[in-house]
T-cell receptor, first 116, second 114 residues
Framework: SAVISQKPSRDICQRGTSLTIQCQVD?????MFWYRQQPGQSLTLIAT?????????ESGFVIDKFPISRPNLTFSTLTVSNMSPEDSSIYLC?????????????FGPGTRLTVL | AQKITQTQPGMFVQEKEAVTLDCTYD???????LFWYKQPSSGEMIFLIY??????QNATEGRYSLNFQKARKSANLVISASQLGDSAMYFC???????????FGAGTTVTVRA
């Protein structure tokens, strides 16, 4: 299975600032995703990170608030812009290796964000 | 659209006993995959087990087994010989054949008692 790392692992930020989260995989992967988990909630897909092109966002998430980059097959970043306390969540990077839709999907360790 | 339902918000189990976590789903996709993940208090999501909708046999991975009943649209996770380290939140998730998006249930918190 792919080994996924995320930086930072946690952060405490001030309202109105932005934070960029990095996701690094130890091998090339087909698909990369960003999920959000608000306190006490399940996971919600923010967007699919597409290599070399704009990410595909889910309903309720927009590029201006959550810009995403994926310059290659092993790396992606998610920026949480103009943060408010409602953005306090765990943000998780997720990957699928291979093109088979039956392939397992793995998650990074998450970034625990607190916005004051 | 896909929907995952986990009706047990929390469960207690005695160490060394087995526990079954319920998961039902709804989908119009003819082919799909079902996943179970464990999330300890640290927040990481740990992949446990996968079941394809056309797999003939129930999936097993060590102490984890998936009781897949396709006609009833259920995919219950069985953890045998529970250990204190099994205390965590458990999520059932599903992915359809038409896209790569995982849909998650609300999760079940398992607490293992010594």
């Amino acid at each position: 299975s792919a080994v996924i790392s995320q930086k930072p692992s946690r952060d405490i930020c001030q309202r109105g600032t932005s934070l960029t989260i990095q996701c690094q995989v130890d091998s090339q992967v087909t698909m990369m995703f960003w999920y959000r988990q608000q306190p006490g909630q399940s996971l919600t897909l923010i967007a699919t990170a597409n290599q070399g092109s704009e990410a595909t966002y889910e309903s309720g998430f927009v590029i201006d608030k959550f810009p995403i980059s994926r310059p290659n097959l092993t790396f992606s970043t998610l920026t949480v812009s103009n943060m408010s306390p409602e953005d306090s969540s765990i943000y998780l990077c997720s990957v699928i290796q291979g093109a088979n839709r039956d392939n397992e999907q793995f998650f990074g360790p998450g970034t625990r964000l607190t916005v004051l | 659209a896909q929907k995952i339902t986990q009706t047990q918000p929390g469960m207690f189990v005695q160490e060394k006993e087995a526990v079954t976590l319920d998961c039902t789903y709804d989908t119009s996709d003819p082919s799909y995959g079902l996943f179970w993940y464990k999330q300890p208090s640290s927040g990481e999501m740990i992949f446990l087990i996968y079941q394809g909708s056309y797999d003939q046999q129930n999936a097993t991975e060590g102490r984890y087994s998936l009781n897949f009943q396709k006609a009833r649209k259920s995919a219950n996770l069985v953890i045998s010989a529970s250990q204190l380290g099994d205390s965590a939140m458990y999520f059932c998730a599903m992915r359809g054949v038409n896209d790569y998006k995982l849909s998650f249930g609300a999760g079940t918190t398992v607490t293992v008692r010594a």
